[in-house]
């Protein structure tokens, strides 16, 4: 009978660590958005695979620091592009954006 509460209090642990970890896989599209300079700063979008790849008009305007604690993995700047590695959110935050515009 000890066994059996144990394994319930476990089971109920490891689902609201599960539960709490989704939640942090979805980021905030609004503030990315937001830390990127504003949608009006954003010429165009590309993503392959797991990168998400922003064109900025002034890429000076983006918050590297902030995106970076939103969840990616890194961030590369090249001209007016930036690179950032999202994993699976790539493909959303890229239909996010392409229907902001």
Known sequence: MEYLIIVVVLVII?????????????????????YLGGKENIIETEINLS?????????????KEGIQKLGAKGIVEIDNQLKIILGPNSKQLKKYIDDLK
Not at 17 to 34: C, P, R, W
């Open 51 to 63: 990168r998400f790849k922003a064109t900025l008009k002034d890429v000076g305007k983006a918050n």
């Open 14 to 34: 490891l689902l609201a660590i599960l539960k709490a970890t989704k939640k942090d896989a979805n980021m905030d599209f609004n503030k990315l958005v937001e």
